[in-house]
């Protein structure tokens, strides 16, 4: 084996290092994440522990629902979450029955979780409250803040199931029994997601490279970094440092996997091009290493820049996104290059198994030189074949055709961006199932006041709580309003006197239910229109709640979005000068992917509103398919034109282009899809949010694939030729 480790050396290739490196150096790589993956794949589990969902949490703490929300808890210790149970009779609840109702309250302050009563009180539990018709009632259920919300939520629904006699029905809805269906949906994360993902990664590598050893390497190397970053982001998230959610957490898995296995492909690549020119195994890892190391980097440093731009969001939830997805991408970046070339080596040719590279003597020299009088397409296209042979000659042909045409085609496709509804949808609307809670809003709407149990909360000065009353009195869409007064409950004695508000810091604090549901555009319009209004009345005036809190997280996100894109656009495009140390075309580049993106959005608002009918869609997600697509989108170009600049240097721009086109067609073709594969597999999770990301990012890298990489970039850089490299010397060259 020594002989056949030297052999085929050249000056240019790397040398091979002795046995005892050769067998060092893989064996602590492999020990190395080997570990990682044992300590961090269990890890994996327990990110729920440290997830949380609650959307109060991701709002700025300047925003007024968070000031609110701060107020709130001076006047009560209890940072409890309401939750609204219905029940609804098919007959009329006479008013003897109120009794029994009474009991099922005691019952369900009894379970789990439920905040405890003080001394003198016996429940906590508001109600039985009988609707006007007569065929429902309501009870306001307060779960400890520190209590399991899911489990609990579950223990008042298992009550119900008990207790209820025939004809009737009870839900659990209002801000707890939301956002435990919320979570239950988030469940499948855990498995299904990786599940799915892994099986059409795997399915779509054993179709590429028709192996079954490789495509077993490249998913390994993928779930190391995963595992890897896992143990990372739970550690950050037990000490406080980021916020973790389950969406992060979904995309934090789909992006390692789609993100590593971008850069296995062309990793592998490179190294099975090496194998056909080197005979040692060893030599053709650091040759396809040394080729493969700059614009992998230069993939993955674009990437996180591009996501740690999002720390500069006001919305919480954006901003710990950020980190996050970062992390995930660093150890991506580390899996490829240390743990993937480490079982490559190991495994040489057999890693292709049953369809082996072969070493070939006279393919070690490149059959494609500058030759005088040859043309650039004969230069270019010498040794490719195939599909990518027909694109390079009619890019060599028709360039300006080529490139017009499919910038016609993106921008057709971008016009489907003035119908996008970002602007935010109701909680009811953001689990794409049936559920408890969904069905118990629209019980809750049928028979009460909508906003029952989710009330307006408005904190205002002591001496114009009078005033404020009246104006929210005479407010249309609010129902009623009164004053908090504490745990102290009215008394059925129509002479006795009322009880005193609860005034803290000299403010008092006022419960305003509104006539529509608590997370709907009307509620949200009366929220608006309440600011306005009480600022007239009391400059300091507060104005939070559920609704608030909704408003406020819309607002934010849509100001994310004008406030990051030019920032991440700005690092991107100085990455990519410093890359191909040219203006022109990053230029050219950063144009293209923002075309790019906007056909996505075009096209997926098309989708959302006349095929799949989605009520809208959230306010950030604009922004998330910005960040991933650009940042995404920028790796194929960054394959691209790298290997466009190597072939430039040797044979010409207009030569190199065909041939760098030529060259990595495949792999980055194969790389788009497995992407969009990854990335579509978030809508097996039926959360409107994520199915939303998934298809404006699948179909975003399959535009950027097959259009930008293949047609509009290459046809477009031939057609201007060497000024593309202005202002370096390459421009100059001949």
Not at 210 to 215: A, D, E, F, K, Q
Not at 313 to 331: E, H, Q, R, T, Y
């Amino acid at each position: 084996m020594a002989g056949d480790d030297t052999r085929n050396h050249t000056p240019s290739s790397p040398r091979v290092p002795r046995r005892w490196v050769r067998i060092l150096i893989p064996t602590v790589l492999l020990l190395v994440w080997f570990a990682a993956a044992a300590i961090g794949g269990p890890t994996f589990g327990k990110l729920s522990s440290v997830s949380s969902n609650d959307q109060a949490s991701f709002l700025p703490a300047s925003a007024e629902s968070t000031v609110a929300i701060d107020w709130q808890k001076k006047f009560s210790d209890s940072g409890a979450i309401p939750a609204v149970v219905v029940i609804v009779s098919d007959t009329t609840i006479d008013r003897s029955e109120l009794g029994e109702y009474a009991k099922l309250g005691e019952r369900l302050g009894e379970v789990e979780g439920v905040q405890k009563p003080d001394s003198g009180q016996s429940t906590t539990v508001a109600g039985p409250i009988p609707s006007e018709d007569g065929y429902a009632v309501e009870f306001i259920v307060p779960i400890s803040e520190d209590a399991g919300l899911r489990d609990t939520v579950g223990g008042l629904r298992a009550v119900l199931a008990d207790d209820l006699a025939d004809g009737v029905t009870g839900y659990v809805t209002g801000p707890a029994g939301l956002t435990a269906d919320l979570v239950n949906a988030f469940g499948g994360i855990d498995g299904l997601l990786l599940l799915v993902a892994g099986g059409a990664v795997f399915a779509i590598l054993l179709l590429v490279y028709r192996s079954i050893v490789l495509p077993i390497l490249v998913l390994l190397t993928a779930v190391f970094a995963l595992s890897a970053a896992i143990l990372v982001v739970y550690a950050f998230a037990s000490w406080g440092w980021i916020s973790l959610s389950g969406q992060s957490q979904g995309i934090l898995s789909i992006l390692v996997i789609g993100a590593a296995t971008d850069y296995s492909l062309l990793l592998v690549a490179r190294y099975k091009e090496a194998l056909v020119h080197v005979e040692s195994r060893w030599q053709a890892i650091m040759q396809a290493w040394r080729a493969a190391w700059e614009p992998i980097v230069a993939s993955g440093a674009t990437v996180i820049i591009a996501l740690l731009c999002l720390l500069f969001s006001d919305l919480n939830s954006n901003k710990s996104l950020g980190p996050i997805a970062a992390i995930g991408i660093v150890f991506s970046l580390l899996a490829v290059l240390s743990f993937l070339p480490a079982i490559l080596a190991i495994f040489g040719r057999a890693a292709f198994w049953p369809i082996r590279p072969r070493y070939r003597a006279d393919a070690v020299g490149d059959s494609a030189q500058r030759v005088s009088g040859d043309s650039h397409e004969a230069r270019g296209l010498s040794g490719v074949s195939g599909v990518w042979k027909r694109i390079g000659t009619l890019v060599a042909r028709r360039p300006r055709v080529t490139w017009l045409v499919a910038l016609a085609v993106l921008v057709a496709g971008g016009l489907g961006t003035i119908q996008l509804q970002a602007n935010g949808v109701p909680q009811t609307d953001l689990v794409l199932t049936a559920t408890d809670s969904v069905a118990g809003q629209d019980a809750l709407t049928e028979h009460f006041d909508a906003g029952s149990g989710s009330p307006v909360v408005v904190v205002a000065k002591a001496d114009k709580a009078d005033a404020i009353v009246a104006a929210l009195d005479s407010t249309a869409g609010v129902g009623s309003a009164s004053i908090f007064t504490g745990t102290v409950r009215p008394s059925m004695d129509p002479n006795a006197p009322a009880p005193t508000p609860v005034v803290r810091d000299g403010r008092v604090l006022v419960n305003a239910v509104l006539d529509y549901e608590a997370d709907s555009d009307r509620a949200e319009a009366v929220v608006r229109e309440l600011r306005v209004n009480l600022a007239d009345i009391d400059s300091s005036v507060l104005v939070g709640g559920v609704t608030a809190i909704a408003l406020d997280t819309n607002d934010t996100a849509q100001a994310d979005l004008v406030k990051i894109i030019p920032i991440v656009l700005l690092v991107i495009l100085l990455i990519l000068m410093l890359l191909l140390r040219a203006i022109v075309a990053p230029i050219l580049l950063i144009v293209s992917v923002v075309v790019s993106y906007a056909t996505a959005l075009g096209v997926s608002a098309i989708v959302f509103n006349h095929v799949l009918g989605f009520p809208g869609a959230d306010a950030s997600v604009p922004l998330f398919g910005f960040v991933f697509l650009v940042a995404l989108g920028v790796d194929y170009i960054i394959f691209l034109m790298t290997r466009v600049r190597e072939e430039s240097l040797r044979l010409g721009t207009r030569a190199g282009i065909l041939r760098g086109l030529g060259k990595t067609g495949s792999v980055i073709t194969s790389a788009g899809i497995v992407l969009a594969a990854t990335f579509a597999a978030l809508s097996v999770i039926p959360i409107l949010f994520l199915v939303q990301i998934a298809f404006i990012v699948a179909f975003g890298v399959l535009v950027d694939t097959i259009i930008v990489r293949s047609l509009l970039v290459p046809a477009l850089s031939y057609d201007i030729g060497k000024a593309i490299w202005w202002p370096s010397k390459l421009s100059r060259m001949a």
